[in-house]
Structure formats: structure tokens, C-alpha cells
């Protein structure tokens, strides 16, 4: 949707109209800029609040019908020339006591007891304080109005007119002149006639002196007001403002409520409540609740000696939430509206009193009731009723009147989304009650209370694990939530997003679950296929959780402390059982700079590479000791020494000669040293520590270099031979490197990459090749050739025997090593081998939820036409 042209070069229609018509007595207002910019451009900080709170003014005054107008900027428009925006209506217009009342800011007499009588609706507005929100984003705003008694008045402001004070109002008051027009002097301006006539009104009928209407002019644009959307203007709209008394439109276009939008599943009335329902109640108290009937009509309502004049009404259930955020705070749309000879009452309460009930489904329920019985109980202001017995009869059958519609609601859901009938691959076996919809109904609660246009200042309230998606496209990204008849499968992925960033985020917009490869939980588990698996599932329920947590009302602040708990149990729980290669490396890193830390984490780190290994972290001791049986030569044990520093330490701090009084002392044959860095560096092996490394036969490690090579065993065959061997062979800081570099770079150490290249081209043969038909190495070797691999016959053997032997029976390697059977399809063997293989296979059911863990590759079973 295009964004407004904020450039006006034309004389302002305010303006303008001050030289028509007659002067009447001038309106003094005391405000300040300062003042003026606290309650527009700081209070009301998105463009569309400030419409909508002139909208709000148009309820107020009793418009049936109101309309607004947002210049387009795509030129060849019809009225791309009107530089202004305009909200007309055809409620009470103000007399020159009311366009005086206008501007007085903190009170409003919209409030006043006696103006509320003569007022048909529950006013909106509170504070007068709606006017000066439009500052946000023009200069100047004019008010043309007529109370239907042939008067038409105008006054116009320009808020560069008020001077700075320290004050809250300026000392010199500005006067504003109220002008007398007639029809004809109205009439007379093209730019009116084009207003009305974008609002495809007849400017004749609708701007006459004998009815009564108001039209607010916005002018001298301010650069906000390219933010303005007015596709996000009529979303606002459509979900802020109650619409079900009060007609709107929006460039001529009548903006749809988006309550009405919303399809209803149940609909039933009072008097159909079944049977056994009414015997549950009965059953509570000695109340007999019976049938009404009316002549010639079904059951139209429910009575009791309490209340004989009966319960009449309708009980719905929508498809959609229908709770509204900020229109809750004008007319709520779910609940129990109870009204008492016409008049609702507790309009604040959706509960009316009764014990919270299941927000999945009571924030789609309306229950409109028609009870005059409690008119008696009604307090002194009419807006609520007091603890009686009336009451509390009707609090029990208001009870089973939501649990009814609840069965029926959960009886439709189940018959909605029956899978018997579906293809497997068409399945929702995740039930989008459980996804779609709760994102559904927080992205509609979100945006009706916060309008998206900025991330808000308290981060509390921030969403904890979803990307808040543009506010344009709110709209239909909600509406593709709530449709799921051909769902688009969600996407999983990691990303490296920091230690300290969240486990995971969901992009609406995408579809897709970002895991945080970095948190503690995903360096636990990420490495191994299945627990992969299990940890995109717990991440999309974490997110979930969220959405769930909100939907039954919590505080979203209340929402971010809970699952920041959450979080930091999930790290301690990871780092409790660590065990993955990743997560060991991670624990290294982050315990440079903690004594203590780093020893565990070296310990740590030696039983993943394959040695017995112990923390002792006594002074005057080794830190730990590894020992590792080596045939033939028996039992090695070798001492582990780490040294934590936030910064290079010092050759005195490395303590070389207590490093070699730890070795004597555990009669161990070498000593492993790990540490951030090393002094003297760039000297090479002429280095001081270098020299002391090689004479007492101390192995210099870096923290990141111990941190890699266990790294890497998640897809290498290192072991703690290939450690021990550099560890009693190689001493210092620069001759450890070569020899860590050869270590990670040997693909004699690395066959498990070859065996998922095999993979691969076993696959690409799976297309030419018969099922039952022999394979052998020469097969792959064209294809490994395609992937840039020249791999040795010795190695692709090698490569194969592994493969087979991880297989579990898959694969069936003939007589002379080079040709084999595939006893199942590729596909199963890439399941039987994927955690030995580290390499991603798919679900062996279809699924709608989860996209395939392997793009572009098809399921047997789904190629179903």
C-alpha cells in the first residue's frame, strides 16, 4: 500500500475558509508546545492511533456512520491532488459552546452525567486529549460542524502557534476565530466537494445546514505521515472500534469488522440447552430451571422461580478469537453481555462473576442474555449487580451454557479435522488448534493493542520467542494462520545467534523456527540426528508456550519472567548432562577466564576423547589425570594442567617447573597444558616458554585447539590415541599446531564423510538402478566424481566396510570388497546409519507440519498423483 505525499504547496483549507463567512466570538486556548508534543508526538506515537482517536471522537458524538479519508500518493489516482486528511460524520454536531468545550485538555464533558443522558452509547473517549494526538501528524487541523439547526461553524489551529512554556499552559493564550458559514460559502470550495466526493458522498445532502454532522480537516503534513498505511489504517480500524453499532468508512470503502469476519462454529440459543444439562443444575440447588415456550415457536429461553421472566439469548462460538485487545476497552467481543431491560450491564466483566472458564475456546465465545429478573439487583449506578441469589442461579446456568458450547465447539473440531479420510501426506497430525491457530489469536490480541509500530520501549512486554512480523502484512498473515485446509509445512533451522541469545525464534511471516545453534540446550543435542529431531520439537513447543500463555490472559511481562526462568533451567539442565562434542568444545571456550570451569571442562574433554580421566583441583597438585590403555604397551596416564587467563599469561603464571613436579608426583609420562595463549608467540620455538615446553616435555595446547579436536569427533574417528601421540611427541606451542592441523586435515581419520558422499550417490542411483540389481564401488565413483571427490579404491572400501557396519543389516558387502546388496531402500539406510553418519534422514511418516529435513528428495510412499 502506498505511503502519503506529505508535501502540500496549497494554501491549507482551514485557511482558506477563515476569509468565508462571518466572524463570531474568537475561542481563547491556553497550551504549550511542550505540552502539545508530550500528548501527540510522544503518547501517540503510531500515525494510525491518531486517526483512530478522531474516529473514537466520531463514536462518541453518535455518528451512525462515519468516514475517513488518506490521500494516496501513487500518481493518476483519482484524489492523489488533496493533500489532507478527513474524518466526516453524521453525529451531534457542536455549537459554539462546543467548539469552545473542544479544547480542554484533562477533562471532557462527553463524561458529564447530564451529556451522557441525552447520549444514546457508552461514550469512548475520556480525557480530551484525542485532538491534540493529531499533531503527530499535521500542523494544523480544522473542525467544520453543524448541530442541524442551519448554523455551520468553523474554527481552525495551527499548533505552531503555541510558544515553549515550563509550564503546562502558555501564558499568552492563542485565539482561535470561530467562523459562521453558509451552505453556499462551503459549497465553494473544490476541495470539499472532492473530499465529499472520495467519500462518495453527496456533498448536497451530506454537508447541509439542516443536519447535523462534523467534518475534521488534517493539513500542513508532517514527515510521519509517511509512515501512514492504509492498509494498516483499515486493519486498526477494523479490529479497535466497534463496528456492530457504528458504521465506517475508509476512502469510500466501508471497513469490515473483523469480529463479523469471523465464522461462526456453534451458534445456539438459551432454550436449547439439552436436558441433562438442565438436570446438573437442578441438581445444585433446589431451583427447577424449565422450558419457555412461545405459541406457534420452538424453546426461546429458560426459567426458574428465581428468575421467572426467564433467560432469553443467543450462544456462539467463532472460528477465530474474538477477543480484540483495545476493543476491549471500547465494547468487548467476547463473553457474557448481560443486558437488564435493554441496558447491558457489567460490560467490563466477560466473566459476569463466574470462575474462569477455557480461554482456548471462551475468547471465540459470545453469549448475548436477556435478563430483566435482575433489575432488582442492579447497584446505584446500573453497571453492576450485587451477591444474590438471583445472581448466583444465574452464574450456574451461565456455567453449563459455555460448557455446552464448548462440547459442541471440541465435537466440530474433531469432525473438522478427522484424518481417517486424508492421505497420508495431507494428514494434520499435529492438530492446527494446537499451532496455527494460538499464533493466530496472539497475533490479532498483539496487534490490537500495540500497532506494530515500533517494538515498544519496555522490552518486557516484547514478544520473548516471536519476530513481531511487519504491520502491513498482519492482515494476511493471520488469515493464512486460521486457513489451514492445505497447510504450508513449518521450517526448522539452526542459527548461530550468540550464547546469550534465546533457544529459538519463530518468524510468522516465514513460517520458520530459528534454533539458536549457540544455546546450551542445542550444543547438548544438535549433533545427534533424533535428539535433533526432539530439540526442534521442544523449541516450537517453547515457542508455543508463549502464544498459549498469553492467549488465557497472562501479562505478557509476566509471560517473559516465566519463560526467562524457563530458559535459564534449560542451560543448567544442558551443561548438568553435558555430553555432546559441540557443547564439551562450547564449555571450553566460554571457561577461559575461570580457573576452576576450565579444569572441569579439560576433564570433561579427555573422557570424550577416550581417556579414564579424574579432576583433582587440589593446591600442590595436577589438575587432573588421564590415563589410557595402549596395547601393547599397557596403561599411560598423563596429567592435565589448565591455565585460565582473561588475557595472554605470563611466562612466570605458566609455572613450568611445578608443571613437571605434578608429572613426577602422579608418576604420569607427559603432561597436557591447555591455555588461552602462550607468551613470546612470535618468536616461534627461540620463545622462553617454547624452550621450557621442550625440556621438560610439557605439551602446550591452546584452549581453542583442545576445544576443535573435540570438536570435531562428532564427524571424525579421533580418539584418545591420536591425542596421547601429540601429547608425548609434540611440546611446543608452534610444533602442537602443525601437529594438530595435520591431525583435523588426515582423511584417514575422516571416513564418515566420505560414507555420507556415498550416500548421496546412492541415492542418484537409486533412479537408474533396479532394487534388486548388484552395486558396487565403480557405480559410485562416477557420482563421488560429480560431488569433486577422487577418493583411493582403498579408501572407498574402507568408506564401505563402515558403512555396512552401521547398516544393521541394510547393506551386504559380496566376497571381494568392492561389490555389495542394498537390502532396503536408501532411504531406511540413511535412518540405520544417520547416528553414525551425522547425516539428516526424514520422518518415515509423511507430515504436514514439519518441511522435509532433506529438500528436493521424495518420500517413498508420496508419489501419489
Known amino acids: 500500500m502506498s505511503d502519503i505525499d506529505s508535501l502540500d504547496l496549497e494554501v491549507p483549507l482551514g485557511t482558506v475558509l477563515e476569509t468565508r463567512g462571518a466572524k463570531v466570538n474568537p475561542i481563547a486556548v491556553r497550551l504549550s508546545r511542550e505540552l502539545i508534543t508530550l500528548l501527540s508526538e510522544q503518547l501517540y506515537t503510531s500515525p494510525t492511533k491518531a486517526i483512530e482517536e478522531l474516529v473514537v471522537n466520531s463514536f462518541d458524538a453518535d455518528a451512525d456512520s462515519c468516514w475517513v479519508f488518506v490521500p494516496a500518493a501513487s500518481p493518476g489516482t483519482d484524489f492523489d491532488d488533496l493533500h489532507v486528511i478527513a474524518v466526516f460524520d453524521d453525529g451531534v454536531g457542536m455549537d459554539e459552546t462546543g467548539l469552545s468545550d473542544l479544547w480542554r485538555v484533562g477533562a471532557s464533558s462527553k463524561r458529564e452525567e447530564q451529556t451522557q443522558r441525552?447520549?444514546?452509547?457508552?461514550?469512548?473517549?475520556?480525557?480530551?486529549?484525542?485532538?491534540?494526538?493529531?499533531?503527530?501528524?499535521?500542523?494544523?487541523?480544522?473542525?467544520?460542524?453543524?448541530?442541524?439547526?442551519?448554523?455551520?461553524?468553523?474554527?481552525?489551529?495551527?499548533?505552531?502557534?503555541?510558544?515553549?512554556?515550563?509550564?503546562?499552559?502558555?501564558?499568552?493564550?492563542?485565539?482561535?476565530?470561530?467562523?459562521?458559514?453558509?451552505?453556499?460559502?462551503?459549497?465553494?470550495?473544490?476541495?470539499?466537494?472532492?473530499?465529499?466526493?472520495?467519500?462518495?458522498?453527496?456533498?448536497?445532502?451530506?454537508?447541509?445546514?439542516s443536519a447535523h454532522w462534523t467534518l475534521v480537516l488534517l493539513e500542513e503534513f508532517k514527515p510521519r505521515v509517511e509512515r501512514l498505511s492504509v492498509k494498516r489504517l483499515r486493519w486498526v480500524l477494523s479490529t479497535?472500534?466497534?463496528?456492530?453499532?457504528?458504521?465506517?468508512?475508509?476512502?469510500?470503502?466501508?471497513?469490515?469488522?473483523?469480529?463479523?469476519?469471523?465464522?461462526?462454529?456453534?451458534?445456539?440459543?438459551?432454550?436449547?440447552?439439552?436436558?441433562?444439562?438442565?438436570?446438573?443444575?437442578?441438581?445444585?440447588?433446589?431451583?427447577?430451571?424449565?422450558?419457555?415456550?412461545?405459541?406457534?415457536?420452538?424453546?426461546?429461553?429458560?426459567?426458574?422461580?428465581?428468575?421467572?421472566?426467564g433467560v432469553r439469548g443467543t450462544v456462539m462460538v467463532s472460528s477465530t478469537s474474538l477477543y480484540g485487545g483495545k476493543s476491549a476497552d471500547l465494547?468487548?467481543?467476547?463473553?457474557?453481555?448481560?443486558?437488564?431491560?435493554?441496558?447491558?450491564?457489567?460490560?467490563?466483566?466477560?466473566?459476569?462473576?463466574?470462575?474462569?472458564?477455557?480461554?482456548?475456546?471462551?475468547?471465540?465465545?459470545?453469549?448475548?442474555?436477556?435478563?430483566?429478573?435482575?433489575?432488582?439487583?442492579?447497584?446505584a449506578p446500573r453497571e453492576g449487580t450485587g451477591s444474590t441469589d438471583r445472581v448466583s442461579a444465574l452464574q450456574d446456568l451461565l456455567i453449563e451454557l459455555f460448557n455446552e458450547a464448548r462440547a459442541r465447539w471440541e465435537k466440530a473440531e474433531k469432525e473438522r479435522f478427522?484424518?481417517?479420510?486424508?492421505?497420508?501426506?495431507?494428514?494434520?497430525?499435529?492438530?492446527?488448534?494446537?499451532?496455527?491457530?494460538?499464533?493466530?489469536?496472539?497475533?490479532?490480541?498483539?496487534?490490537?493493542?500495540?500497532?506494530?509500530?515500533?517494538?515498544?520501549?519496555?522490552?518486557?512486554?516484547?514478544?520473548f520467542y516471536m519476530k513481531q512480523p511487519p504491520p502491513e502484512d498482519l492482515p494476511d498473515i493471520v488469515e493464512g494462520l486460521y486457513e489451514t485446509t492445505e497447510r504450508d509445512p513449518f521450517q526448522f533451522r539452526l542459527e548461530e545467534s550468540g550464547r546469550e541469545a534465546r533457544l529459538v525464534v519463530f518468524d510468522p511471516v516465514t513460517r520458520t523456527f530459528?534454533?539458536?545453534?549457540?544455546?546450551?540446550?542445542?550444543?547438548?543435542?544438535?549433533?545427534?540426528?533424533?535428539?535433533?529431531?526432539?530439540?526442534?520439537?521442544?523449541?516450537?513447543?517453547?515457542?508455543?508456550?508463549?502464544?498459549?500463555?498469553?492467549?488465557?490472559?497472562?501479562?505478557?511481562?509476566?509471560?517473559?519472567?516465566?519463560?526467562?526462568?524457563?530458559?535459564?533451567?534449560?542451560?543448567?539442565?544442558?551443561?548438568?548432562?553435558?555430553?555432546?562434542?559441540?557443547?564439551i568444545a562450547a564449555s571450553l571456550r566460554d571457561a577461559t577466564a575461570s580457573e576452576r570451569d576450565l579444569e572441569i571442562a579439560m576433564v570433561v574433554a579427555a573422557r570424550a576423547l577416550g581417556f579414564v580421566a579424574k579432576h583433582i583441583g587440589n593446591a600442590g597438585r595436577a589438575d587432573g589425570i588421564a590415563r589410557f590403555t595402549d596395547y601393547p604397551t599397557g596403561n599411560v596416564k598423563i596429567t592435565l594442567e589448565a591455565k585460565s587467563s582473561a588475557d595472554e599469561p605470563s611466562l612466570g603464571a605458566l609455572d613450568?617447573?611445578?608443571?613437571?613436579?605434578?608429572?613426577?608426583?602422579?608418576?604420569?609420562?607427559?603432561?597436557?597444558?591447555?591455555?588461552?595463549?602462550?607468551?613470546?608467540?612470535?618468536?616461534?620455538?627461540?620463545?622462553?616458554?617454547?624452550?621450557?615446553?621442550?625440556?621438560?616435555?610439557?605439551?602446550?595446547?591452546?584452549?581453542?585447539?583442545?576445544?576443535?579436536?573435540?570438536?570435531?569427533?562428532?564427524?571424525?574417528?579421533?580418539?584418545?590415541?591420536?591425542?596421547?601421540?601429540?601429547?608425548?611427541?609434540?611440546?611446543?606451542?608452534?610444533?602442537?599446531?602443525?601437529?594438530?592441523?595435520e591431525l583435523l586435515a588426515d582423511t584417514e581419520n575422516a571416513p564418515r564423510e566420505l560414507?555420507?558422499?556415498?550416500?548421496?550417490?546412492?541415492?542418484?542411483?537409486?533412479?537408474?538402478?533396479?532394487?534388486?540389481?548388484?552395486?558396487?564401488l565403480d557405480m559410485i565413483s562416477p557420482e563421488l566424481g560429480r560431488q569433486s571427490l577422487q577418493p583411493s579404491q582403498k579408501e572407498l572400501k574402507i568408506a564401505l566396510q563402515q558403512l555396512a557396519g552401521a547398516s544393521s543389516g541394510a547393506i551386504s558387502i559380496l566376497q571381494d570388497g568392492e561389490r555389495f546388496h542394498l537390502n532396503t531402500s536408501v532411504e531406511e539406510l540413511e535412518r540405520r546409519v544417520e547416528a553414525w553418519a551425522h547425516n539428516g534422514s526424514s520422518t518415515r511418516r509423511g507430515s504436514t507440519f514439519h518441511e522435509s529435513p532433506l529438500p528436493g528428495h521424495t518420500r517413498p510412499g508420496l508419489e501419489v498423483d
Open 755 to 776: 560414507a555420507v558422499h556415498m550416500l548421496a550417490a546412492l541415492r542418484t542411483l537409486e533412479k537408474t538402478v533396479p532394487v534388486d540389481r548388484v552395486r558396487s
Open 656 to 741: 613450568f617447573a611445578g608443571l613437571q613436579q605434578h608429572k613426577n608426583d602422579e608418576n604420569a609420562v607427559a603432561c597436557l597444558l591447555i591455555a588461552p595463549q602462550y607468551p613470546g608467540g612470535s618468536q616461534g620455538d627461540n620463545a622462553a616458554a617454547a624452550k621450557r615446553a621442550k625440556e621438560l616435555k610439557i605439551s602446550c595446547w591452546t584452549i581453542n585447539q583442545l576445544a576443535e579436536v573435540v570438536g570435531a569427533i562428532a564427524t571424525r574417528d579421533i580418539t584418545a590415541r591420536h591425542v596421547l601421540a601429540i601429547v608425548l611427541n609434540h611440546f611446543t606451542p608452534e610444533d602442537v599446531t602443525h601437529a594438530i592441523d
Open 118 to 209: 441525552l447520549r444514546k452509547r457508552t461514550q469512548i473517549g475520556k480525557f480530551g486529549i484525542g485532538k491534540l494526538a493529531t499533531y503527530a501528524l499535521a500542523s494544523r487541523i480544522t473542525y467544520i460542524t453543524c448541530t442541524g439547526e442551519g448554523e455551520i461553524l468553523s474554527v481552525s489551529l495551527s499548533f505552531d502557534s503555541f510558544a515553549s512554556s515550563d509550564a503546562g499552559e502558555s501564558d499568552t493564550p492563542v485565539e482561535l476565530q470561530v467562523i459562521r458559514l453558509a451552505e453556499k460559502d462551503l459549497m465553494g470550495e473544490g476541495r470539499i466537494r472532492e473530499l465529499m466526493a472520495a467519500n462518495r458522498l453527496d456533498p448536497n445532502v451530506a454537508l447541509s445546514a
Open 331 to 379: 465494547i468487548r467481543s467476547h463473553g457474557f453481555f448481560i443486558r437488564v431491560r435493554n441496558r447491558l450491564i457489567s460490560e467490563d466483566d466477560p466473566l459476569f462473576g463466574v470462575q474462569p472458564l477455557s480461554y482456548e475456546v471462551f475468547n471465540r465465545f459470545r453469549a448475548d442474555l436477556e435478563v430483566d429478573d435482575l433489575d432488582a439487583d442492579l447497584t
Open 514 to 583: 530459528e534454533v539458536n545453534a549457540d544455546h546450551d540446550l542445542a550444543l547438548a543435542y544438535k549433533d545427534t540426528p533424533q535428539a535433533l529431531d526432539l530439540l526442534y520439537d521442544l523449541a516450537a513447543a517453547e515457542s508455543l508456550l508463549e502464544t498459549y500463555l498469553r492467549e488465557v490472559g497472562l501479562a505478557p511481562n509476566l509471560v517473559g519472567e516465566v519463560l526467562e526462568r524457563r530458559d535459564g533451567l534449560f542451560r543448567s539442565l544442558a551443561r548438568e548432562r553435558v555430553n555432546s562434542p559441540a557443547a
Open 418 to 463: 478427522k484424518q481417517e479420510t486424508k492421505r497420508e501426506d495431507q494428514r494434520n497430525y499435529v492438530n492446527p488448534r494446537f499451532v496455527e491457530r494460538p499464533f493466530a489469536d496472539a497475533l490479532v490480541t498483539t496487534s490490537a493493542e500495540d500497532d506494530g509500530e515500533s517494538g515498544g520501549s519496555d522490552a518486557d512486554d516484547s514478544w
Open 240 to 309: 479497535a472500534m466497534p463496528l456492530s453499532e457504528f458504521r465506517l468508512h475508509l476512502n469510500g470503502d466501508e471497513v469490515e469488522s473483523s469480529k463479523a469476519a469471523q465464522g461462526v462454529v456453534v451458534e445456539f440459543e438459551v432454550g436449547d440447552l439439552p436436558r441433562s444439562r438442565l438436570e446438573r443444575i437442578n441438581a445444585k440447588s433446589s431451583l427447577q430451571w424449565e422450558r419457555m415456550q412461545v405459541q406457534g415457536e420452538g424453546p426461546s429461553g429458560l426459567k426458574s422461580s428465581l428468575l421467572p421472566s
